[in-house]
């Protein structure tokens, strides 16, 4: 397909050694991982080897993984057990101002039973502070749960710095890490986390598959009710085909994450130093420094973010607002940002990946103008 892909933050082709990994159980290894014959063994130790792959990324033991349908279903099967199974010592959830609809909507769906949400705002960078917790935090909250990066600019927050103040004052702390693994290293005892989520198609896996990691321990109600498949944690037959890819994936990411950092991050100030070149007016939103090594978040000032992408319609990327004939959406990460009004409806995001190249990153400059 024609064109120059900027936007690995929306999803990621899959990696073709993630492909083959996958292939054994869509031609052959076709039979159910519950069953006990030779069929379901050799699925079943499929899933067992990708647990372990997603597990040693994560730095966590096989156990505390549970295979999900996504980022989407990690996050409610979090957020809503926790609700469910601790409920009964508090109805007060904490969370931010920016987070993805994967978790926002799950607290505003508890709002409507009867739970207690408060939204805490970020910084002018997109950064939430761990003072901020520990005012909002009382006797009733029983969750924290933060994104670890922000998916439009990148930010990443102190995961642990929270955990801290949730743990010590009694409630479980949850991270969407959706847009981090893969990226940076994502450790659950150097975060601290309770709940970790992770999205298959984010990290060069296949789409509709994710994961749930849950610490030893930890009381969540399931979601999906039915036999006792991820030991009891979630009902349904496993998609070895899918896992099997997660589990590939994770593995790749393991053995070469540092690589990986640093060819995003080349690129990526590569992009940036070109916009600059052609529009030094425009803003980059996001911290400088605390930020994913492949996300730019840029605003033209005065311009329509909708009207910047039909110019350069031979790059790919998504825009921060949409621009309607009576109204101007505007991203609710950039709004809760402060950014202002001008320089927001005109802001695109630009998220680069594995096989950005630089001859790619240059003709995209060449593509923005000037207009």
Not at 62 to 75: D, L, P, Y
Not at 293 to 299: A, D, E, K, L
Request: charged share 20%.
């Amino acid at each position: 397909m024609a064109g120059i892909y900027l936007d690995y933050n929306a999803t990621t082709p899959i990696d073709p050694q993630v492909a083959d990994a996958m292939m054994p159980y869509i031609r052959h290894s076709f039979g159910n991982p519950s069953s006990g014959h030779s069929f379901g063994v050799e699925v079943r130790d499929g899933m067992d080897r990708a647990r372990g792959e997603v597990a040693r990324l994560l730095g966590c033991e096989s156990g505390g993984v549970v295979f999900t349908g996504g980022g989407t279903e990690a996050n409610n099967h979090a957020i809503k057990g926790v609700a469910a199974s601790h409920g009964h010592r508090g109805r007060h959830v904490i969370t931010s101002a920016i987070e993805h609809p994967a978790v926002e909507e799950v607290c505003r769906y508890l709002e409507g039973q009867g739970f207690t949400v408060t939204y805490l705002p970020v910084d002018r960078d997109g950064l939430m502070h761990p003072e901020q917790v520990e005012e909002a935090i009382t006797s009733e909250t029983i969750l924290v749960t933060v994104m670890h990066a922000n998916n439009e600019v990148g930010t990443i927050q102190p995961i642990r710095e929270i955990a801290e103040v949730a743990h010590r004052n009694g409630a479980l702390m949850h991270s969407d890490c959706a847009q981090s693994v893969g990226k940076i290293p994502v450790k659950v005892d150097d975060l601290g986390v309770d709940l970790l989520s992770i999205a298959g198609h984010k990290l060069y896996a296949p789409k509709g598959v994710g994961a749930l990691y849950i610490r030893d321990g930890v009381t969540v109600e399931k979601l999906m009710h039915g036999a006792d498949h991820e030991s009891g944690r979630r009902a349904g037959t496993e998609n070895v085909v899918l896992v099997s890819g997660l589990g590939a994936a994770c593995q790749l990411i393991e053995d070469n994450l540092e690589s990986y950092t640093a060819q995003m991050r080349e690129v990526r100030d590569r992009l940036e130093a070109g916009v600059m070149r052609v529009y030094p007016e425009t803003a980059f939103n996001g911290h400088p420094d605390k930020r994913l090594p492949n996300t730019t978040s840029v605003s033209f000032k005065g311009l329509e973010a909708n009207a910047i992408l039909a110019e350069i319609e031979g790059v790919a990327a998504s825009a921060g607002a949409a621009c309607h004939s009576d109204r101007i959406d505007v991203s609710p990460v950039l709004m809760a940002m402060g950014v202002p009004i001008e320089y927001a409806m005109g802001t695109v995001r630009l998220s680069v990946g594995r096989y950005t190249t630089a001859d790619g990153i240059d003709s995209a400059v060449e593509q923005t103008g000037p207009w």
